[in-house]
């Protein structure tokens, strides 16, 4: 029987208990999406507990979860033969049994398979086939809407774009921040200070689902940057990650250069816009309002979720700037909008992107950046980078 969602197991490998979680977190969220009524972890005092209790007007399940590393038929096949006898067992006569079987990723044919033996050997009990990227195939009365198919790119494809990029998508580094979050001041990271044990812990404090949360943490121990010594989520091997980090910003720029219609101090304009819509100052201006600036000469920039042409539009004595013309300050798209949008902090007044996303941000910027990030890594982030506090 699968572990409750709510209790915390520790940090294991291959992550059998947290892939039981994950599976299990999974598939509420699924039946609760599509209206159903879910109740987990079913009194102690019944002798044969289901991992789930599911209903809706016309159905009831007494549902068995097993999840396996990796979604071969052999592996399979048993488990969800041992999940039916279980599922029909709780279910009595007071419910319907489903018995259903999870892997990270599973193919369809083999999801067919499934189906198919448990509708030759086990025809009394509704069948269920998931993975952890979208795909999805129930029997049962009520249930066969559930089914759907992932939007999944080539193999080739995976290999080559997953391993440098996955790492660092959007939510990823939020939740990267979330987990360095205890080691900085509130001042310059706005974000949840706490210790996680698992994947479930982490995904609460972050906003993020589950899924998403199993994903990164098992991403994080595949590729050796977790502590597998240590009862919470701890990143060791700092450095390259960092350095990774860093380099999977390199080449995400879509901005605008603008110029200012009046005559006027800018930061007094920046503060304005800032003011009216939703943006927050980034690279060089971000680095100064925070107390680490270095460069000067460079025009403010300005992170916005998106650009659009009707953006500047809406600025009063904002423009853009006409090619040659030196801009005032310049507005770029947050290229990972959520982690720098909830990592905001305030520094003089104005909101202002963290100082984890500044470091990243200009070491790739040709005006000084790299020094700039240097100055920011010599004087705040040399302890949190090399793992000196951590391990402290």
């Known amino acids: 029987m699968a572990p409750s969602v709510a209790e915390a197991a520790p940090l294991q490998r291959p992550g059998a208990a947290e892939r039981d979680h994950h599976a299990v977190a999974m598939l509420v969220e699924l039946f609760q999406r599509s209206g159903w009524k879910v109740v987990r972890a079913p009194s102690a005092r019944e002798r044969a507990r289901p991992d789930l209790l599911i209903s809706r007007p016309g159905a009831s399940y007494a549902v068995e979860v097993k999840s396996a590393a990796?979604?071969?038929?052999?592996?399979?096949?048993?488990?969800?033969?041992?999940?039916?006898?279980?599922?029909?067992?709780?279910?009595?006569?007071?419910?319907?049994?489903?018995?259903?079987?999870?892997?990270?990723r599973i193919a369809p044919s083999v999801a067919d398979q499934?189906?198919?033996?448990?509708a030759e050997y086990a025809?009394?009990?509704?069948?269920?086939?998931?993975?952890?990227?979208?795909?999805?195939?129930?029997?049962?009365?009520?249930?066969?809407?559930?089914?759907?198919?992932p939007a999944r790119a080539p193999s080739w494809y995976v290999a080559e774009r997953s391993v440098g990029q996955a790492l660092f998508s959007d939510l990823n580094q939020w939740m990267l921040k979330v987990l360095l979050a205890p080691e900085l001041p509130d001042s310059l990271l706005s974000a949840p200070r706490g210790q996680y044990r698992n994947a479930s812990q982490l995904a609460a404090a972050a906003n993020a689902s589950v899924m998403s949360a199993f994903r990164f943490v098992q991403q994080l121990q595949r590729e050796g940057y977790l502590d597998e010594s240590r009862?919470?989520?701890?990143?060791?091997r700092r450095e390259h990650l960092f350095s990774r980090w860093q380099a999977s910003v390199l080449g995400r720029v879509d901005e605008v250069s603008a110029r200012l219609l009046l005559r006027g101090d800018p930061q007094l304009h920046v503060r304005r816009i800032l003011e009216s819509s939703r943006g927050c100052l980034a690279l060089f201006a971000a680095a100064d309002a925070l107390g680490f600036g270095f460069v000067s000469g460079v025009p403010p920039y300005v992170y916005v979720p998106?650009?659009?042409?009707?953006?500047?539009?809406?600025?009063?004595?904002?423009?853009?700037?006409?090619?040659?013309?030196?801009?005032?300050?310049?507005?770029?798209?947050?290229?990972?909008?959520?982690?720098?949008?909830?990592?905001?902090?305030r520094a003089n007044g104005m909101p202002s992107c963290d100082v984890l996303q500044v470091w990243v941000d200009v070491s790739g910027h040709p005006s000084r950046g790299q020094e700039q990030a240097d100055l920011i890594r010599r004087r705040l982030l040399e302890p949190l980078i090399s793992g000196r506090r951590a391990r402290g």
């Open 70 to 104: 990796e979604g071969r038929r052999d592996r399979l096949v048993p488990l969800w033969a041992q999940a039916s006898l279980q599922a029909a067992r709780a279910a009595a006569a007071r419910h319907a049994p489903l018995a259903v079987v999870a892997a990270p």
């Open 231 to 236: 009862p919470h989520l701890s990143l060791v």
């Open 306 to 345: 998106r650009l659009k042409p009707a953006l500047l539009a809406a600025w009063k004595n904002v423009a853009p700037a006409a090619p040659g013309e030196s801009p005032d300050l310049i507005v770029r798209r947050a290229y990972a909008a959520r982690s720098v949008f909830r990592g905001i902090v």
């Open 123 to 149: 025809p009394g009990v509704a069948a269920g086939v998931f993975d952890f990227e979208g795909l999805r195939r129930f029997r049962g009365p009520h249930l066969e809407s559930l089914g759907a198919d």
């Open 114 to 118: 499934i189906l198919t033996f448990a």
